[in-house]
T-cell receptor, first 117, second 114 residues
């Protein structure tokens, strides 16, 4: 069965510093996709970054990068130069490609990030 | 370019009642998924609609049903509401087919069951 684990319920970071949010996953699919979403208090899930399991390079999107370590089954999100507006819940999610799971995302429990001035 | 829209924003119902939530997908998207997010948890997949048919379903009882219209918009219906159905209901859309396209979410409908 597919599973996402986020072990950090909450994280604090000083404005302008970098922060890493942890995500480990478990799947038997040979091909899968990993996502990070941001959820502000308003509730909307905002897509941040995607990494395919066969991608050779780590994904980057502006201040967001995904540290993908396939052998360790980890997909950590790195936010550089944190801003006050980065304060939110962050969810790691996975989609399987061949087990019928490609239609759905499986989410972790989330990490609440607080950015301090 | 309009994103995913959902209505209503908030809803209060009592146990045993029925509720209908609505979703319009992002322009150019034809696949709609519904997720339930209980307080303090990650979203859980309910089901997905493509070409007006339910393509996959999560571990939810038959009280949860849905529909997709020819314009790709979708409804989520919940019958015989329970207190445990109180949650944020999120709709997500993407291009159809077996693609790697990203799912984009709407702002959600917050349902409270009293």
């Amino acid at each position: 069965a597919q599973k996402i684990t986020q072990t950090q319920p909450g994280m604090f970071v000083q404005e302008k510093e970098a922060v890493t949010l942890d995500c480990t996953y478990d799947t038997s699919d040979p091909s899968y996709g990993l996502f990070w979403y941001k959820q502000p208090s308003s509730g909307e899930m905002i897509f941040l970054i995607y990494q395919g399991s066969y991608d050779q390079q780590n994904a980057t999107e502006g201040r967001y990068s995904l540290n993908f370590q396939k052998a360790r089954k980890s997909a950590n999100l790195v936010i550089s130069a944190s801003q006050l507006g980065d304060s939110a819940m962050y969810f790691c999610a996975m989609r399987g490609m061949f087990s019928g799971g490609y239609n759905k995302l499986i989410f972790g429990a989330g990490t609440r990030l607080a950015v301090h001035p | 370019d309009a994103g995913v829209t959902q209505s209503p924003t908030h809803l209060i119902k009592t146990r045993g009642q029925q509720v209908t939530l609505r979703c319009s997908p992002k322009s150019g998207h034809d696949t709609v998924s519904w997720y339930q997010q209980a307080l303090g948890q990650g979203p859980q997949f309910i089901f997905q609609y493509y070409e007006e048919e339910e393509r996959q379903r999560g571990n939810f009882p038959d009280r949860f049903s849905g529909h997709q219209f020819p314009n790709y918009s979708s409804e989520l219906n919940v019958n015989a509401l329970l207190l445990g159905d109180s949650a944020l209901y999120l709709c997500a859309s993407r291009s159809g087919g077996r693609s790697t396209d990203t799912q984009y979410f709407g702002p959600g409908t917050r349902l409270t069951v009293l």
